[in-house]
């Protein structure tokens, strides 16, 4: 197939133009990153605003890792990350099968209870008193419980499971397979974009907890990452012109953006690729 002068003047425009835009899009990024390296001197020279530092140093991230809280808040974050998103999934995986099965007694009535709740939730004050005679309030459990199964990927991951082959289900009913089995021994090893799309989405959410934490945790020692950065970006704001804070301001801001972002920007790139199959086929489907 022969491609002709205008179809290449369209690519190379078109090629051109998302260049443009990818550069727009990784600039903010750069720039963080850039600023979190350089020396504060190189900044203060550079009137606040530098993208390639000449010279690079850790002091803003060798300061936010010898302060106190912060290892103890990553741990936090690392464990609601890992065991909270683990509970999302199961759980998420054990409402969604049921409810994809034609079978199910009920199913209609089921799911519209379950999308009601999507617009009629039942409000702060409510769930804060359920946690709290829950006996959760000061544990990670309420950090992770009250957000266990996000409706929105519960239907994602129901829509997902209805466009597998319904012969698969009969040929494992005949050969005696109970649902467990046919749920985790079937539909689980077919569905592996979609739990992996689903289980990002609940990972960064869990990563990015800020708001349960404020409700329910008071516990210094329970506090999140998220939590301890925004302290930090405050005492860094209190204490501007203390001339006793070796590490400079603008640099620890940025140090603290990059340590809270770090995590979901390595995981994301390994994940990326199954989005499209994973969403889009349990999205578009529903």
């Not at 972002?261 to 690729?273: A, E, R």
Request: with cysteine; hydrophobic share 50%; glycine share 6%.
């Amino acid at each position: 197939m022969v491609i002709g002068r205008g179809e290449r003047v369209t690519g190379a425009a078109i090629n051109l133009i998302l260049c443009f835009v990818g550069i727009i899009s990784l600039f903010p990024l750069l720039f963080v990153v850039s600023m979190s390296l350089t020396p504060y001197g190189e900044v203060i020279k550079n009137g606040g605003f530098l993208v390639i530092p000449k010279s690079i140093t850790f002091e803003a991230y060798k300061y936010l890792f010898q302060t106190k809280e912060l290892p103890q808040a990553m741990m936090v974050s690392v464990f609601t990350a890992t065991v909270g998103t683990a509970i999302n999934l199961l759980l998420t995986m054990l409402g969604a099968y049921p409810l994809s099965r034609k079978t199910l007694p009920g199913r209609t009535t089921i799911l519209f209870l379950i999308v009601f709740t999507m617009l009629f939730s039942g409000g702060l004050v409510p769930t804060y008193l359920l946690v709290k005679s829950l006996g959760m309030l000061n544990t990670l459990w309420a950090l992770i419980i009250p957000s266990a199964v996000a409706t929105y990927n519960l239907l994602i991951m129901k829509t997902f499971f209805e466009g597998l082959p319904e012969e698969l289900f009969e040929s494992a009913r005949i050969d005696g397979a109970s649902d467990l089995t046919i749920l985790f021994r079937i539909v689980v090893p077919l569905s592996v974009p979609s739990l992996l799309t689903i289980g990002l989405f609940y990972a960064v959410s869990n990563w990015n907890s800020f708001f349960t934490a404020v409700l329910y945790i008071t516990d210094a020692n329970l506090n999140p990452l998220q939590i301890v950065v925004r302290k930090l970006l405050l005492l860094s704001n209190s204490v501007e012109n203390n001339t006793d804070i070796v590490v400079p301001t603008p640099t620890l801001q940025m140090a603290a953006v990059i340590i809270a972002s770090l995590p979901v920007l390595i995981v994301y790139p390994f994940i990326q690729k199954h989005f499209t199959k994973g969403v889009l086929i349990g999205a578009v489907k529903g």
